[in-house]
């Protein structure tokens, strides 16, 4: 059995009568002849992964367990409320969404709030400070 390979970016999703439609956009460089030769209702079997920015596949388990931890990061920093946290438990005065970035990098000793997918430590760290930052506000 021969394998048709090649990469494509997701554009679009949509639901018919039928089924699911989902739609690719293939580099004409990338799009193998094959493909093209098939006749339109030909079925596949279809395999696909996902590739991070790192050219690697992606480990979707990982991107579940730890994507939440940047999203929640951002959202604290809009939060006044998180500020008062911060000044009445750290005391430092945090006055702005990038005054609190900038305090949650120095304090958790990451680069970017988009480390906390691959610093463990730093995450276990800033998971424990949001729960406590929530029975605070209880």
Same mark, same amino acid.
């Given at each position: %059995?021969?394998?048709?390979? #090649?990469?494509?970016?997701?554009?679009?999703?949509?639901?018919?009568?039928?089924?699911? %439609?989902?739609?690719?956009?293939?580099?004409? $460089? *990338?799009?193998?002849?094959?493909?093209?030769? $098939? #006749?339109?209702?030909?079925?596949? %079997?279809?395999?696909?992964?996902?590739?991070?920015? $790192?050219?690697?596949?992606?480990?979707? *388990?990982?991107?579940?367990?730890?994507?939440?931890?940047?999203?929640?990061?951002?959202?604290?920093?809009?939060?006044?409320?998180?500020?008062?946290?911060? $000044?009445?438990?750290?005391?430092?005065?945090?006055?702005?969404?990038?005054?609190?970035?900038?305090?949650?990098?120095?304090?958790?000793?990451?680069?970017?709030?988009?480390?906390?997918?691959?610093? *463990?430590?730093?995450?276990?760290?800033?998971?424990?400070?949001?729960?406590?930052? *929530?029975?605070?506000?209880?």
């Amino acid at each position: %059995m021969t394998t048709i390979q #090649f990469e494509s970016i997701k554009t679009g999703l949509k639901q018919s009568k039928d089924g699911y %439609m989902l739609s690719l956009a293939v580099h004409p $460089d *990338e799009l193998p002849e094959e493909l093209m030769r $098939d #006749f339109v209702g030909a079925r596949y %079997m279809v395999v696909m992964v996902r590739i991070g920015d $790192d050219e690697q596949p992606l480990d979707r *388990e990982m991107v579940k367990k730890h994507h939440p931890a940047v999203a929640i990061a951002g959202m604290l920093c809009r939060d006044k409320l998180f500020w008062e946290y911060i $000044d009445m438990r750290c005391n430092e005065n945090v006055m702005t969404e990038a005054e609190c970035s900038e305090w949650l990098k120095c304090y958790f000793e990451i680069d970017s709030r988009a480390e906390l997918k691959s610093n *463990e430590k730093a995450r276990e760290a800033f998971l424990q400070f949001k729960e406590e930052y *929530e029975e605070w506000k209880k």
